[in-house]
Nanobody, 117 residues
Framework: QVQFVESGGGLVQPGGSLRLACATS????????MSWYRQAPGKERELVAS???????TYADSVKGRFTISRDNAKNTVYLQMNSLKPEDTAVYLC???????????WGQGTQVTVSS
């Protein structure tokens, strides 16, 4: 019932930009906080950015000023605009939905972002 479709990943040169999208269905998107995580090989999964149902955003220090998270409740979609990309941004980026209780969490399948010259 719950479905995520992540898109927008790919290969980009340092300094370039990508826009990730996570289109969802099967739950009350507008009442859920949405987040983007990333995981690189051999590293822990890292919270990159979050946006609450009210639109309040938070960012990891490593991406602050470069990434922007946004949501379109009419489309049940959360976005991550990534600018000034660095090689250390290379990872699988995963979309997460979080409801008011800990078990109300859903994960997308992830999309690969590779930043390399």
């Amino acid at each position: 019932q719950v479905q995520f479709v992540e898109s927008g990943g790919g290969l980009v040169q340092p300094g370039g930009s990508l826009r990730l999208a996570c289109a969802t269905s099967g739950f009350t998107f507008s009442s859920y906080a949405m987040s983007w995580y990333r995981q690189a090989p051999g590293k822990e999964r890292e919270l990159v950015a979050s946006i609450t149902s009210a639109g309040t955003t938070t960012y990891a220090d490593s991406v602050k000023g470069r990434f922007t998270i946004s949501r379109d409740n009419a489309k049940n979609t959360v976005y991550l605009q990534m600018n000034s990309l660095k090689p250390e941004d290379t990872a699988v980026y995963l979309c997460k939905a979080r409801g008011p209780y800990i078990w109300m969490s859903y994960w997308g399948q992830g999309t690969q972002v590779t930043v390399s010259s």
